[in-house]
């Protein structure tokens, strides 16, 4: 088994401490920024990459083999991350965007960092995916969350790409090169703290969905493990198998939903009858996914007929 990845642990550690100080930030400085505290954005991307870099040192220790092309990816991983982070909570202290932002020279060239480091951040990521998925984990419904949660958050992690360019209206010239807000401008009313749009479409939705199916995904096989002790009908392998590639299936529903949803411009809070019957779909199928895991918790056993003693005798 590998050792855990350093740079990575330095990472949670950077970000779980930065959480904190911006957390009291959040509460002694009033300032908004696009209609939210300007420290909100800095806590949020803190408290994510904390667990997106603990949860990247967890998957690379479990490699039976080292790969050192697999432990540079996470290097770059941590360092994109942190990097990314340190330029949102520099223009969070400066009261100016730190996303889309290009209406000085100083706030463009941040913008291209962060847009660098975001480019890194991917293909990292991928290569790092690669690494992990070329060992089979202790068990099959592990083996299969980490398939899925590793493809998800590749995709999630994607889909931010969509908010970059500028839209109609917008040019390096305005001062805004993106947005995250479809149907809308950025900055109107939105989730506390979150920010996320409840008047039009937001892509931060599908990208913080997609992103941390790494994070959910491969917790469930280990709670599953842990409540088969209690629970009998969770004890064959088969059965928890079973339950992990339906939630990896309906997260990936999920995922397509609310990206489907956040693109035709619609509120997450506020669904139509389509995304609605969207939704029921994957219900559906989280349901009959759940029934033909327990259906196939045995296999049929045959029955063999066993002569009686007085028979055996004649």
Known sequence: ??????????????????????????????RTLDGM???????????????????????????????????IAGTV??????????????????AHRSHFNAATPFDAVLFGVMGMMIIGLMVANVVAAVAVLLDRQADGPSTWAVRFGLAISTLGLASGGLMLGPRPGQSV?????????????????????????????????????GMHALQLLPLLPLALAALSRRFPALAPVRVRQGLTV??????????????????????????????????????????????????ARAPRQVALAVPAPAEAAR
């Open 1 to 30: 088994m590998s050792r855990w990845h350093r740079p990575l642990m330095v990472s949670t550690g950077l970000m779980s401490a930065l959480a904190v100080v911006t957390a009291v930030a959040l509460v002694l400085d009033d």
């Open 37 to 71: 505290p300007v420290w909100a954005k800095p806590l949020k991307f803190a408290m994510s990459v904390a667990v997106y870099s603990f949860t990247w040192a967890w998957l690379l220790s479990l490699q039976r083999r080292e790969r050192r092309w697999g432990r």
């Open 77 to 94: 991983l941590a360092v994109a991350g942190v990097a990314e982070v340190a330029v949102i909570t520099f223009q969070a202290a400066r």
């Open 173 to 209: 010239d305005g001062g805004v090169i993106g947005a995250h807000t479809v149907a809308a401008a950025d900055g109107g009313p939105g989730l506390p703290l979150l920010g996320w749009s409840t008047v039009a479409g937001d892509l931060r939705v599908p990208h913080f969905v």
């Open 246 to 295: 339906t939630a990896g299936v309906v997260y990936a529903g999920v995922f397509g939903l609310v990206l489907w949803q956040a693109e035709r411009g619609q509120s997450l809070v506020h669904p139509d009858g389509l995304t609605l019957a969207a939704a029921g779909v994957l219900a559906v199928l989280a349901l009959g996914g759940v029934a033909w895991s327990f259906r």
